[in-house]
């Protein structure tokens, strides 16, 4: 075959052609960003950055306007974010010293009076969901430019629990010019390490690196976007297709499909959720003792984490786990499966021949939430307690139990780092309607708690109200779940006991 | 005498071929595959549902955790089509799911097929400004795409048989109200109306025993065509969460669990999918059976009865 000879001025075209191409990818590539994508579970419901107090939007909304503390779970200890240090002036006082290098993502510095307008603004905003964050602080003040003083009710121990990862940062000036809805929507300027580069409400949050930030690692994703996945097998089949590098919560179920992947790998984190089942003593049949504590006896927790779980949970006898702050060892597990004793108790409560009850669960929220649930029907039944099923989607479902309407329901709670504000908020006389639970001398060991900045002491009154708790079983606590992330072999990750995906923490490998 | 008891037998036995004659002519245009495939499986569906208490080899809802996600054991094994993710019997929810799929169907058609009728039948009989008002009602719920409507009556109403018979009669009466209309419009001037009319007859007796029978041949196609749709978006309406509640199987809400599993566990999803399409397919082939037979304006151009 001949080769056609090509004439020198075609030769100098195509080489000219080669240069300009060339030209032309060399600094797109010298540009190439790199981009992580997770699949989440939880909702994405409002611009309102302080609107959900649930765990994925609050580390969403820390990342675009930045948390004053946040914690750090290697170093076991709290770390500012955009607080530099802080300090105890008396057990009601505490100034925190903001940090003085950080500029908005619209370049205008961090100043006290943006900490005071933000912590009213989740006081006062009749969206706010985080009043229960910001409860414990009576009056703040911004002493100077840099430094903001927090008063608070009481002694309040663990203030630093309240504050993490929820007390964000809104610029005042931002507020003031548009109005609430105005500046969310439209001027999301915050000062953390990400901006927010779009939100679409159901689907997806897409973040870009603020170049301002000082503190990011090498390899740092330059854009990350979460992306709305409720069902686990969309999750791991884009894990697996290269569309996304973390798919959170993988069901035990999914993990082999995973390990199969010379690509992908499965990491596995403990969790400081706890999962339980709210009983409301405020609402008919709940308002029975003994029955709340049927529900306790009647529920085979090992059972369920062997089958339904296939073993990724350790059973909770209270609300915290070893390795929790305030977790002690001689808490006495009150409530083993005894199907026997459960039965009389229904009795006991006035119930001989059962009772009819309505029980709520998400549906994709947790891991195998609706398995979980069916399978404590049927245990429910089997001692007379005659439970129906309710499935609402879980938008719904978490309005209900926010304001208090859901008498009961399986559900977690997150960010028990401590445990005493989480504790408060279900289990202290009006700290939040969603269980209705009110007991003085609870309120009392718990106000106890957080007056005193002894550790031993706060542990023996945090679980002395634990012990009443238990007794009283307005909840009964079920499990942590081990959560499996599956992860791609692109990045660097290590899982959060919070189930926190920060792109901070994320490092991409590099190509 | 002989004579005449041979020829008695005869005319017996001539009476009898005439018989079986007029039945054969009677019966053929009811004989074609359609109508005989789609019967068959429409009657197992009615036959498996009704027995489900007697033929179902476990209580569908009794669970048995140690023998979550078995796979299916053909051979006569203790779980025939495999269990789900709590250890119930494939099987047996598949029986009493077709019992679900069943009382809808038939629930929505005779519901929707009595208020669209009725209201059909006013409209189109009275004409004028009744007729204005109902075909205006039925414009505007016509408006609603039907499966949306029936999600948002359901996120409103709760989960329970009763209301997801409701949301799904909610948008289904209006296509036999429209084709009643129609019909009873071309009906009201008729001779046999007049004449009815003439004898003193009042409107609800013309409307009752003069319009609606005319009305029910056509109705009956709908109904068939309704049933098969009720069954998929029931189907729908539990995979989305929203259908009876979670303790009922039915073969919509088996298939959302069973999608969880779909790549480990695959006979939790295939089982209650093939159920879905062979009972719709049934009843769709019985359906078009029906309307060959049925239809006025397939009559007019030749097919059908012929």
């Known amino acids: 075959m001949r080769i056609p000879e090509l004439s020198h001025r075609r030769m100098c075209a195509i080489a000219a052609a080669v240069l300009v191409i060339g030209a032309t990818i060399w600094p797109a590539r010298a540009q190439f960003r790199t981009q992580l994508v997770v699949g989440v579970t939880d909702n994405i419901n409002s611009y309102n950055p302080i609107a959900d107090s649930a765990a994925f939007m609050a580390s969403v909304w820390c990342q675009v306007y930045g948390c004053l503390i946040t914690y750090d779970y290697e170093a076991a200890a709290y770390k500012g974010m955009l607080v530099e240090r802080w300090e105890v002036a008396d057990p009601t006082t505490w100034i925190f010293h903001l940090r003085r290098d950080l500029k908005s993502h619209d370049g205008h510095p961090l100043t006290a009076e943006d900490v005071v307008f933000s912590i009213d603004r989740m006081k006062n905003d009749k969206q706010s969901a985080k009043r229960a964050q910001v409860a414990p602080i009576k009056c703040v003040k911004a002493i100077d430019q840099n430094t903001v003083r927090m008063t608070t009710n009481g002694p309040t121990a663990d203030l630093l629990e309240y504050l993490t990862d929820h007390v964000l940062v809104m610029q005042k000036r931002l507020l003031e010019t548009y109005g609430d809805r105005e500046a969310d929507r439209n001027h999301p300027y915050g000062f953390g390490p990400y901006k927010l580069k779009e939100l679409a409400i159901g689907n997806r949050v897409v973040l870009v690196k603020n170049p301002e930030w000082k503190d990011f690692r090498p390899g740092t994703p330059d854009t990350v976007i979460y992306r709305l996945m409720r069902e686990p097998e969309q999750r791991v089949t884009a894990l697996l297709n290269g569309e996304i590098q973390i798919a959170q919560f993988v069901p035990p179920h999914l993990a082999s499909r995973i390990e199969g992947s010379a690509r992908h790998r499965i990491v596995t984190s403990g969790s400081i959720e706890m999962m339980f089942l ?10 029975k003792k003994e029955l709340r504590q049927a529900v306790a006896y009647a529920i085979d927790r090992e059972a369920i984490i062997k089958t339904v779980l296939q073993g990724q949970g350790r059973v909770l006898h209270g609300p915290l786990s070893r390795g929790q702050y305030a977790y002690d060892a001689n808490l006495e597990p009150k409530y083993s499966y005894d199907p026997e004793k459960a039965r009389a108790l229904v009795k006991q409560a006035g119930f001989p021949s059962g009772v009819d009850v309505e029980l709520f669960t998400p549906v994709g929220r947790y891991i195998n939430d609706k398995q979980v649930s069916e399978a404590m029907v049927a245990m429910l039944r089997a001692v007379g307690i005659r439970a129906a099923l309710k499935t609402p989607e879980w938008p719904t479902l978490w309005t209900d139990v926010q304001k208090g309407r859901v008498p009961f329901y399986y559900m977690g709670r997150g960010l ?16 939040s309607p969603r269980i209705g639970y009110s007991n003085p001398a609870v309120d009392d060991l718990l106000r106890k708690s957080r007056a005193t900045f002894d550790q031993a002491e706060y542990i023996k009154a945090i679980n002395r109200a634990l012990s009443l708790i238990l007794d009283d079983a307005p909840a009964h606590f079920l499990w942590q779940h081990n959560i499996l992330y599956g992860v791609s072999n692109d990045i660097k990750f290590t899982p959060q006991p919070d189930h926190r995906v920060f792109g901070t923490s994320v490092q991409m490998n590099s190509k | 005498m002989e004579n005449s008891a041979t020829l008695e037998a005869e005319v017996i036995s001539e009476r009898r071929a005439v018989r ?5 002519r009677a019966l053929r245009p009811w004989l074609t595959p359609k109508v005989i495939g789609g019967g068959i499986i429409v009657l197992l569906l009615v ?18 955790l140690s023998h979550a996600l078995r796979p299916p054991d053909w051979l006569f094994g203790a779980n025939v089509l495999g269990t789900d993710a709590l250890g119930r019997d494939i099987l047996s929810r598949l029986f009493y799911g077709a019992r679900i799929s069943l009382v809808i169907a038939v629930m929505v058609v005779i519901i929707s097929g009595v208020v669209g009728i009725a209201l059909g039948a006013i409209s189109g009989y009275f004409a004028g400004t009744t007729d204005f008002l109902i075909q205006k009602l039925v414009e505007v719920v016509w408006a609603f795409p039907p499966l949306l409507l029936a999600i948002a009556i359901m996120a409103f109403l709760g989960q329970g048989l009763e209301n997801l018979i409701l949301a799904l009669v909610s948008q289904r009466w209006i296509a036999y109200c429209r084709v009643s209309r129609g019909q009873a419009l071309s009906l009201r001037s008729r001779e046999f109306v007049d004449a009815a009319r003439s004898l003193g007859a009042r409107h609800t007796r013309i409307i009752v025993r003069h319009i609606v029978p005319n009305l029910l041949p056509s109705a009956l196609v709908i109904g068939t065509f309704s049933m098969a749709s009720a069954i998929i978006s029931e189907a729908a309406l539990s995979f989305l969460g929203l259908g009876v509640p979670p303790e009922i199987p039915t073969w919509g809400s088996m298939l959302a669990d069973g999608r969880t599993y779909i790549s480990t566990s695959w006979w939790l999803a ?22 060959d037979i049925l239809d006025p304006r397939l009559k007019r151009s030749g097919s059908g009865i012929g």
């Open chain 2, 20 to 24: 079986s004659r007029r039945l054969r």
């Open chain 1, 278 to 287: 709210a009983m409301s003593p405020k609402r008919e049949p709940w308002n």
């Open chain 1, 416 to 431: 028990m780092i401590s445990g005493g504000p989480a504790i408060s908020q279900y289990f202290e006389t009006d700290e």
């Open chain 2, 270 to 291: 295939l089982f209650p999918g093939l159920c879905i399409f062979f009972t719709v397919l049934g009843i769709n082939l019985l359906g078009d059976g029906l309307r």
């Open chain 2, 47 to 64: 036959i498996v549902g009704l027995s489900a208490p007697w033929i179902a080899p476990y209580d569908p809802n009794v669970q048995n």
